[in-house]
């Protein structure tokens, strides 16, 4: 979110009227298996590419009036996700931080879900068939947590994409509070700025 | 891929035995539907978040001294994408270019294979049940062709993303001369060169 500050929960529910509030899940799982037989994958964390090319997480608007955050929140992961999300629900104690947009007047809420790799899984085996999906939605996909032997492959590569609003930052800040990585690798990569001028060339 | 060349296929196939072959499809299919009801989606065209965080093609490595490139490229299919690969076969008319990368040894070749809806919706459906899924592939995600108001959400920003090897290219090229986007738009997104600073900020 081009110009977004940080807030206060409590701050963000006493906004006026004029606003619009969002609320959005990072959600993720542990992963016990290796790849190549060798590097860890630690967890496996959906992010979801958006119909205008840019990766975010599931959620969406929330009419704030009418229903709490997360009753909002849950019903949008239906909707961006499908069936499998009635497996869970998200609550206020999963709750993360808020990102406030003046230009705009969003608000953007973060949460954090847990599930077990099998829920995850049912997530993705049931996006492709979710309303949203092939509009809103173009696909789930798993964030790379490690850092490849040229030390550009996974996670540096995937946070050189196109992410909306604040979803980078949200990204990496979960990632490291969470522990989803190793303590102190993700300050690494907020110092990145490198673009390989052939991956786009 | 970071200095590749164009190559035709007969060259390619004449390439010393030092030379490893890779084969990758582009799946896509017709989409009536509208985006918001008003947007037309035009073509479902599908590429995969690769291990390494960027976006490309599914396919791999084949062994071209034991098959020809198509029977590599969908044994590669079924392994990276599940059984919904085995209701269709890409065919050696289905072939469009090669990149040569000199200083890897590795020539890959890019075929482009028109499938239904339905076939692809069942790709979709499969594909986290595939074998590599969560490993070297972390979902498959389709490709916004439209450009929304603002000039830069949809293809456009789509484009900005990290993409592995020629693959940002052969996409191009294939969204042109397959017609899946209007006739000369994809001239205009060749030359853009912007990157939101607030996007990755």
Known sequence: MAGSRKIELTEALALGSEWRHMCFAILYAPDPRMLFGRIPLRYAVLMEMRFDGRLGFPGGFVNSQKRTLEDGLNRELLTKLGEAASAFSVERTEYR??????????????????????????????????????????????????????????????????????????????????????????????????????LNS
């Open 97 to 198: 931080n808020s990102h406030a947009e003046d230009t705009t007047h969003v608000v953007a809420h973060f949460y954090a879900k847990r599930l077990t790799l099998e829920q995850l899984e049912a997530v993705e085996a049931g996006a492709p068939k979710a309303k949203d999906h092939g509009l809103e939605v173009l696909g789930l996909v798993r964030v790379p947590l490690y850092t490849l032997r040229d030390g550009v492959g996974g996670l540096p590569a995937f946070l050189e994409n196109s992410f909306i609003g604040a979803a980078r930052e949200v990204l990496l800040e979960a990632l490291r509070d969470l522990e989803l990585v190793e303590p102190g690798s993700v300050l690494n990569f907020k110092r990145h700025s490198f673009r390989q001028p052939s």
